[in-house]
Nanobody, 122 residues
């Protein structure tokens, strides 16, 4: 059974930082592109970041570029999202996902975690 488990969410003041982690099991992690999406209440799921199998290629959504950094450690089956300079509009549930290749679309990912809540206060 494929399982993706996110952690690291919480409450943080605007301008602060958080690091999210996602640990995968039940799949060949090093052969999967990994991504992060986020969803606020009433909104569509929004692309945040994605990374290729070996970490050589990276995409960022326009709303997070320059503030967030995605990375992966294949030896630990873990992908990270370092979030700096957080804004109130970053408040959302953040989801980890795995797919065959790097993409900015939810349609191209087969497996999803349950999400972790990030709340940014003013």
């Amino acid at each position: 059974q494929v399982q993706l488990v996110e952690s690291g969410g919480g409450l943080v003041q605007a301008g602060g930082s958080l690091r999210l982690s996602c640990t995968a099991s039940g799949l060949s992690f090093s052969n999967r592109a990994m991504g992060w999406f986020r969803q606020a209440p009433g909104n569509e799921r929004e692309f945040a970041a994605a990374i290729t199998r070996s970490g050589g290629g990276i995409y960022y959504g326009d709303s997070v570029k320059g503030r967030f950094t995605i990375s992966r450690d294949n030896a630990k089956n873990t992908v990270y999202l370092q979030m700096n300079s957080l804004k109130t509009e970053d408040t959302a549930v953040y989801y980890c996902t795995a797919g065959a290749g790097i993409s900015k679309s939810t349609e191209d990912y087969a497996y999803w975690g349950q999400g972790t809540q990030v709340t940014v206060s003013s």
